[in-house]
């Protein structure tokens, strides 16, 4: 049976303002036939969903949301966004005007008091008038003013609740409405029918919803800012192209260009697209994309990457990858889906958010009940009971994690370091023993060949020793050029340098991490290291020497005869030392594990500062050490670069795959550096812990925020501490804390690793 398809979508969810919210939009979508997957996304106000199309319509998911209390638009081709930062400065004004009515209210309501204080004694003298208005008067226009400001600027609130009640769900506008509204329905009361001992709390309604007003648009800004990374990022692929035709440029969009197309670019201008340059020499500044600093010099064959930034030279290059499987658009969609995961962390706070809001209610009907029945003050016990209401914050429990998850995915983007989510960053926070591969991840994982060696004791009749090195060479580069490791690129190179040709190879085999066999000009041909010759049975001479060290030996045999050997030589790359240094520094176990021989892999050791290593594994002993590590206690953070590493970064409790190129997004780690550099290596993990600590600074401050801060307002400590927390204050404390949050989770974007 053919299986089912399968779409995904990201729709705009529009009302949410707390953790509570989140969870009943996810609820929502998830119990809509069709749907497989949702996540909704707090700091974005977005929901990623994967559903049937056959079952699951978008309008459909539109509906879903609208039924739970919120509201959501199908995104529409080609439909240009809401200006985000038109809405932020809309609620900054309507802050600041409830805030200047609330102040103003406090000043008018302060005739209406039960007692003559000191206070009311200077503000008699400095406004005499004030005293002399009849305090009905003063009592109808606060009630007029305070019902037009808080029905203009709280109108969202006071909605958003409405549909959450009706849908049988409460969040964060649910305490806030039901606060300022016992506040305004009594001081109403008050008004129509005054007595004495009836206060008024006109103030306290504003200046609570100023205050949350004031703390939404300063949240959202520093969301905004949080996001930055992501948004420049996008911004950096330019929009058009100067494709060049017959000698000819023209400027055409981006999306007329085509694979193989020339395309021209000048100084100063980004790349549009991946491609290889044909014409000219530049520098290349890549430090958006890989966090490379340093300016890279390109010139005829040298590859480029869209968005990076042409510095000094006009080139002309051919198009190779583009839109959306450009580098640029893998990393700007993996840091989308990074920061819209959930990390294990964030489970806690979803589990609080679910219940908190009803639980926040019932503590305001007991704290009611305990006041009344205590002090026998009905204005106290509303006082008090207003104040849990509306200091009460969900928002920051909501945004603990995933703010610092958001700020630090986009840091680590632009230091080159791309984790794939939240539980990745929280897995690759808590290891302890690190597993390098040697090729290409310590080395540069280019090798030269050193010797080429033919084994056959005598030359073949009328030809020279020498002709017969090349003509094995050239029979080893047909097989090895159907091969990506770095050994066949030495062969492949070294071939190429001395003008050798040869016809493509058939039947390539490869063995990973071993060699391959392969059909070239009518022979059977076996390229590999021992291992593969004692799984083939192939006979190795043993009167040859030993490779050098620091050498790499590689065997050839041709119809299944061992017929010559090539030995490289890998470089160290320049950072590898510092890093393990760095490594060692944090307290991490570190190993090398390669495929390549012992005699290889000691100097390498040798020179990086690694005393463990363990030589001559292929992808099953990489597989099967990893795993006794793990099974021993350790939790292994493994780094590889090829498909032989494959398995082994799966294994691990955190895979690090080094490089970049066309394939970024299917490799099989965890975390992908994009600059083939060690010094990343350290850089990744520092990252990944400092953004887990900062999670865990911002639960700790959400959580002892509602501890202590619930129990303040409901007078708990009464009387050294109630005074403190009137409504208005609870309100301002309450604006403060998921402020705080953001805030702390912001100091992220400027974090910088100790190795660069």
Not at 150 to 164: N, T
Not at 419 to 441: I, P, Q, S, Y
Request: glycine letters at 8%; charged letters at 20%; proline letters at 5%.
């Amino acid at each position: 049976m053919a299986s089912r398809s399968r779409e995904s979508l990201t729709l705009p969810v529009l009302g949410m303002t707390c953790a509570a919210c989140q969870h009943h939009v996810e609820q929502a979508l998830r119990s809509t036939a069709g749907v497989e997957w949702a996540h909704v996304d707090l700091m974005a106000h977005r929901a990623s969903v994967v559903f049937d199309p056959e079952l699951a319509a978008p309008e459909k998911l539109v509906e879903a949301i609208r039924g739970a209390g919120y509201d959501a638009v199908a995104p529409r081709a080609g439909e240009a966004p809401g200006n985000e930062h038109d809405d932020v400065a809309d609620a900054a004004r309507k802050a600041w005007a409830t805030l200047a009515a609330g102040a103003l209210a406090m000043l008018l309501a302060m005739p209406l008091g039960l007692e003559m204080s000191a206070a009311d004694r200077v503000l008699m003298r400095m406004l005499p008038w004030l005293y002399a208005v009849p305090a009905d008067a003063l009592r109808w226009f606060l009630l007029l003013l305070t019902a037009g400001v808080a029905a203009w600027a709280g109108r969202s609130i006071y909605l958003s609740a409405v549909r959450a009640l009706r849908h049988g769900a409460t969040n964060m506008n649910t305490l806030v409405s039901l606060g300022t509204g016992v506040a305004f329905v009594y001081s109403a009361f008050a008004t129509i029918a005054p007595a004495p001992g009836r206060q008024v709390y006109f103030d306290a309604v504003l200046l609570i919803l100023g205050f949350l007003m004031l703390g939404k648009s300063l949240e959202a800004r520093a969301k905004r800012r949080a996001l930055g990374a992501l948004d420049a990022l996008v911004r950096l692929r330019p929009a058009t192209a100067r494709r060049v035709l017959d000698g000819m440029q023209t400027l055409v969009p981006l999306e007329e260009v085509r694979p193989g197309d020339s395309i021209a670019v000048l100084p100063g201008e980004r790349f549009p697209v991946d491609a290889t340059i044909v014409e000219g020499r530049t520098t290349v500044d890549e430090s958006m994309l890989t966090g490379e600093s340093t300016p890279l010099e390109r010139g005829p064959g040298g590859r480029v990457l869209a968005g990076s930034l042409n510095y000094d030279g006009a080139v002309v290059c051919r198009a190779e990858s583009l839109g959306e499987d450009t580098v640029l658009a893998q990393m700007a969609r993996m840091m989308d889906e990074a920061q819209s995961s959930r990390a294990p962390m964030e489970r806690l706070a979803d589990r609080a958010s679910a219940i908190f809001v009803p639980a926040v209610l019932a503590l305001a009907g007991i704290t009611f009940a305990a006041w009344l029945l205590a002090a026998h003050s009905l204005p106290l016990a509303l006082a008090n009971t207003v104040a849990v209401l509306v200091i009460a914050c969900p928002c920051a429990m909501g945004l603990a994690v995933p703010a610092a998850l958001t700020v630090a995915v986009g840091r680590g983007a632009q230091l080159g370091v791309l984790f794939k989510g939240g539980e990745a960053v929280e897995r690759l926070a808590h290891v302890n023993v690190v597993v390098l591969d040697k090729t290409g991840t310590l080395t540069v994982g280019r090798p030269v060949l050193e010797k080429v060696q033919a084994t056959e004791k005598q030359a073949t009749e009328g030809q020279a020793t020498g002709n017969r090195e090349r003509e094995l060479l050239r029979m080893a580069a047909a097989a090895e050029e159907r091969s990506n490791h770095p050994l066949a690129h030495a062969v492949v190179d070294f071939s190429s340098g001395l003008g050798l040709a040869w016809k493509a190879a058939q039947d390539v085999q490869v063995y990973p991490g071993r060699g391959l066999t392969a059909r070239v000009e009518g022979h059977d041909c076996v390229l590999g290291n021992e291992a593969l010759f004692r799984e083939l049975a192939v006979a190795l001479p043993s009167d040859v020497a030993a490779p050098e060290p620091g050498t790499t030996r590689l065997w050839m045999a041709v119809d299944g005869a061992t017929t010559a050997y090539f030995d490289a030589r890998d470089a160290l790359r320049p950072d590898a030392a510092a890093a393990v240094t760095a490594l060692h520094r944090e307290g991490l176990r570190v190993l090398m594990l390669t495929g390549d021989s012992a005699a290889a892999a000691e100097p390498i050791a040798q020179q990086a500062g690694i005393v463990e290593f363990e030589a001559g594994l292929d992808p099953a002993g990489k597989l099967a050490r990893v795993r006794a590590l793990q099974q021993s206690g350790a939790r292994v953070a493994m780094v590889g670069d090829g498909i032989n590493d494959a398995a082994a970064l799966v294994q691990a409790d955190a895979g690090i795959a080094m490089g970049a190129g066309a394939d970024l997004a299917q490799e099989a780690g965890d975390v992908l550096l994009l600059r083939a550099q060690p010094s990343a290596i350290p850089a990744a993990l520092a990252l990944a812990r400092a953004a887990v600590r900062v999670m865990r600074e911002n639960l700790g401050w959400a959580v002892g925020y509602n501890l202590l801060g619930i129990p303040l307002a409901a007078g708990v400590f009464y009387p050294a501490f109630h005074i403190l927390l009137t409504p208005w204050l609870a309100a301002a404390a309450m604006a403060l804390s998921s402020v705080c949050v953001v805030g702390n989770s912001l100091r992220l974007r400027g974090w910088r690793p100790a190795v660069a």
